[in-house]
C-alpha cells in the first residue's frame, strides 16, 4: 500500500504529539472515546481544543471534565464562524482535526486550508449510504452488512480517501437503533486505529 504522505508531526511523546481539534455537534461519545485514547502514552495525537456548532451538545462536558478548551460557533453565520474557527485552530498551532459525529457541512475554502488533514467518522460503509439516516437506509435495503468508515474530509459530502473501515453484520430483527449502537461500539476502535494509520502509516 502507498502510505500517505502528510506534512503531520507523527512523533508520540510529550509535545510533539499532533496537536487535534475534535469537532462536534451531539453526544460526544467518539469525542469522549478520543480523549481516552489521546491519554495513552502511545497515542500521537493531543487533543487541544473541542469545537462545536451546537452549545447544547452534550459531548461538551467532556471539555471541563478533562481540562480542554471548547469553543461554541453559530453556524447559520457559517462564513463568519469559519473565519473564527481558523483563526483559533491557527493560533492553537493544529495539525489535525477529527470530525466526530459534527453535523456541519464544512466549505471548500475551509477545507483546503487543512488539506488532507481532516479526518470524518461516518456510520456506513462508504460509498453506500453518504448523507444522514444510514442505519435505517441500510435496513431498508435489505443489506447483509453495514458499518463505519474513517476518511479524509473533501469539498464532496462522505466522499474523501478511505483510511480504514469496518463491516458490522445486520440482523433480520435489528431496528435503526439497534445497528446504531452495535455501529458506535465498532466506530470506537476504529477512530484511534485510523488516526494511528494516517499519522504514522502503520
Ligand atoms: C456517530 O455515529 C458518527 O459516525 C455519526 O454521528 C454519530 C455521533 O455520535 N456521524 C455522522 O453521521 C457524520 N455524517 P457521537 O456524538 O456519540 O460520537
Redesign the pocket.
Known amino acids: 500500500m502507498v502510505p500517505i504522505k502528510l506534512n503531520l508531526m507523527t512523533k508520540s511523546i510529550g509535545d510533539k504529539k499532533t496537536k487535534t481539534a475534535i469537532f462536534?455537534?451531539?453526544?460526544?461519545?467518539?469525542?469522549?472515546?478520543l480523549i481516552r485514547f489521546s491519554f495513552s502514552q502511545k497515542s500521537p495525537i493531543l487533543i487541544k481544543i473541542i469545537i462545536t456548532d451546537n452549545k447544547k451538545?452534550?459531548?461538551l462536558k467532556f471539555s471541563k471534565k478533562n481540562n480542554i478548551k471548547k469553543k461554541i460557533f453559530n453556524f447559520s453565520k457559517k462564513k463568519s464562524a469559519e473565519t473564527k474557527i481558523l483563526k483559533i485552530l491557527n493560533d492553537e498551532r493544529i495539525k489535525l482535526i477529527c470530525?466526530?459525529?459534527?453535523?456541519k457541512i464544512l466549505s471548500k475554502k475551509f477545507i483546503n486550508n487543512f488539506k488532507g488533514k481532516i479526518l470524518?467518522?461516518?456510520?456506513s460503509l462508504l460509498p453506500k449510504y453518504?448523507?444522514?439516516n444510514?442505519h435505517k437506509r441500510a435496513i431498508e435495503n435489505n443489506e447483509k452488512y453495514s458499518g463505519?468508515t474513517v476518511h479524509l474530509v473533501n469539498s464532496r459530502?462522505?466522499s474523501g480517501k478511505i483510511i480504514l473501515q469496518k463491516k458490522v453484520k445486520i440482523f433480520k430483527k435489528d431496528t435503526a437503533k439497534d445497528l446504531?449502537k452495535r455501529?458506535?461500539k465498532q466506530?470506537h476502535l476504529l477512530y484511534p486505529k485510523a488516526i494511528r494509520k494516517l499519522l504514522t502509516n502503520l
Open positions: 462536534i455537534s451531539g453526544t460526544g461519545s467518539n469525542l469522549e472515546n451538545a452534550r459531548g470530525l466526530a459525529g459534527f453535523m470524518n467518522i461516518h456510520p453518504k448523507g444522514l444510514t463505519c459530502l462522505d446504531q455501529i458506535l466506530e
